[in-house]
């Protein structure tokens, strides 16, 4: 099999370890390298806009004609959060009977849900042809709430698209607490990850099987907002810990070698995918906007 070249594409801003990283310049057999791309808002103004009819398209595309071997990412989760159901946190926008959104919203409350709601489906559009094509991929969230189940919270986790995907044999959900892998909250987190079994394994091996295991008031509280009074404490957690990026850098690039092996590939990447060869780092201080901001 000839392919022009094996990319992964992930989302967000580039920082020092992170999983583009940890994956860039890997060699998954002599002459067979992965290449890497990070596609954000945030990175690229225009062509980074992913919930476009147009960029849903040119990563389908991508994707079919096997220019695109894997994707992941965590799609926006601040509509969704736990943290507006705290008091001082801001409004809730959706629930278990209002998925897509809560009745009598904001325009700018709407504005949030309607994008939160296209980088999610977006992201498992592209799992799906992954899934069919022999890719692989993984898809990030907090863990459904248990806690405010007598709420009725919305949680990607009871999605029909998330629950078809697991109808699959070559899908699985794992969850975990991301202090196993160096956070420093517990921020209790599940994985859906496509033909990357090796990343169940490594999970389980952390703490306890997974779990924390650092004890009553061993991490930092996420409640309330920052010294800045603006932004919430819970914003920190959008960045990976490296343990976790180095965990799915692990496990990405044990199924990319066992499928791949003997692959002819051409060197270069693509003229197509040159806009996302993105090489300029933020600071592990700076986190994604969220389009959230307090009403005055």
Known sequence: MTLEDLHISMLGFRREGDLHAHLQHQQLAPGLELHVISVDLCLQKEQGN?????????????????????????????????????????????????????????????????????????????????????????????????????????????????????????????????????????????????????????????GRCGRCPHGAHAHAQLKGFEEDGTTFRTARCKIYPEGLNRALADAILTQAAKVYAGVRVSAGLPQELEPFNHVDFVGCDIVQPDLYRPVV
Not at 51 to 59: E, I, K, Q, Y
């Open 50 to 206: 992913l919930v476009t009819p147009a960029a849903h398209g040119f990563w389908q595309h991508q994707i079919a004609k096997g220019q695109v071997i894997g994707a992941g990412g965590g799609p926006p989760c601040e509509t969704f959060t736990a943290a507006r159901f705290q008091e001082g946190g801001p409004r809730v926008l959706r629930s278990a009977s209002f998925p897509d959104g809560l009745p009598a919203l904001r325009f700018r409350e709407w504005q949030q849900v309607i994008v939160g709601t296209r980088l999610f489906l977006f992201l498992m559009d592209q799992l799906l042809l992954l899934a069919k094509c022999g890719g692989c991929g993984f898809c990030e969230h907090p863990q459904f709430p248990t806690w405010l189940r007598s709420k009725e919270p919305a949680s990607i986790w009871a999605h029909p698209a998330i629950r078809s995907l697991r109808l699959l044999a070559c899908c699985g959900v794992t969850s975990f607490g991301q202090c196993v892998f160096g956070a420093a909250a517990v921020k209790p987190t599940s994985i859906l990850h496509l033909r990357l079994p090796r990343f169940r394994r490594i999970v389980f091996a952390q």
